[in-house]
């Protein structure tokens, strides 16, 4: 006889139809993400919002900044390089007299100076800046060190010693300036860290400085004004974008349903006719429907790259 007590009141188990189902959902949700989220927060919260069976963000947004967070649900997550290779914008404020051990307001102050900067000392510094410029990440990044993130290095006390990287910066202004703060603007590529170019100015004008705000407004082809809230997000996906998105910078061309059958089993095809393009890459639609993307070779497209978008 089992002498344990019962619950005279024990769970009731939520009936399997109330759950959400979850639904192939292709597309680009460009989330205009607050401050105090991670990344992989925003990520779950969309794919919950739209009861999306997969999804993935194209570059991660550091929980201190807001602005552009792209989302890739379903097919689209097969396009995700081609935006984390693209160009950046940001927003950002310095804050001027102190540098931390993260490059941000959430560290911990190392350095303190009571020397603060003339708006005309920056700007003269702004152009050793631009273009390509030898940057060492933060200690607090997500880089890996023998398979370990460097921030979790750095949180368990470990000297974490980051080598130089080359990175691209286009452009970089100051808008404002006022006493122990600037706000600035950066358009840059692939592996830039904002909160290394804040530490960087502060070490160059001797003044030391860190970020205190930062904002993205353009990742790729995706802009503010492409973005949506949170709490905007529907399960309709009205603010759902189309998986050849990402493609902006990518030459298109029209295939046959024989041609799109072959790409979708991963054959490659003969592109004939005078326009047909001999090299490159390129990706292909049938009747309007994203098909593959891939590389042309010799007036073959091979495809790297298939999409089931029901072509």
């Known amino acids: 006889m089992n002498d344990a007590p019962t619950n005279p009141h024990p769970p009731q188990r ?17 989330l205009d993400k607050g401050v105090g989220m991670t990344s992989t927060h925003a990520v779950a919260v969309v794919k919950r919002g739209l009861s999306a069976k997969k999804a993935g963000h194209a570059g991660t947004l550091d929980p201190l900044a ?8 379903g097919e689209a997550t097969k396009t995700v390089p081609f935006i984390m290779d693209g160009r950046k914008s940001y927003v950002f404020t310095v804050a001027w007299g102190e540098e931390t051990n993260t490059d941000d307001a959430e560290g911990e ?7 603060l900067p003339e708006a005309a000392a920056i700007e003269a510094l702004l152009p050793r800046f631009i273009g390509q410029v030898q940057q060492v990440p933060p200690r607090f990044s997500a880089i890996k060190i023998q398979g370990e993130r460097a921030y979790d290095l750095a949180r368990d006390g470990e000297v974490v010693e980051l080598q130089p990287r080359t990175v691209e910066i286009d452009r970089i202004a100051l808008v404002h ?3 122990n703060r600037s706000v ?13 170019i804040a530490r960087d100015l502060g070490r160059a004008l001797g003044c030391l400085g860190h970020i205190a705000a930062l904002r993205r407004t353009r990742v790729g082809p995706f802009t503010e004004a492409d973005a949506v809230t949170v709490d ?13 998105s990402a493609l902006h910078d990518i030459p298109s061309i ?8 072959r790409l979708m089993r991963g054959q490659s095809i003969i592109l004939r006719g005078r326009d047909a393009p001999i ?16 590389d042309v070779e010799k007036g073959e497209l091979v495809p790297h790259r298939v999409f089931n978008l029901g072509a």
């Open 14 to 30: 939520r009936p399997q139809g109330d759950r959400p189902k979850k639904r192939d959902v292709n597309g680009w949700i460009i």
């Open 66 to 73: 807001s602005g552009i967070l792209p989302i890739a649900l």
């Open 109 to 115: 102050v190392v350095g303190r100076t009571d020397l």
């Open 177 to 179: 300036h006022r006493g």
């Open 184 to 196: 600035l603007e950066a358009d840059c590529g692939k592996g830039t860290y904002v909160r290394a």
């Open 232 to 244: 905007d997000l529907t399960t309709d996906a009205a603010a759902l974008r189309p998986v050849e």
């Open 254 to 261: 029209a295939v046959s349903r024989d041609m799109a059958g």
């Open 279 to 294: 090299s490159g890459k390129i990706f292909a639609t049938c009747n309007g429907v994203l098909v593959a993307v891939g």
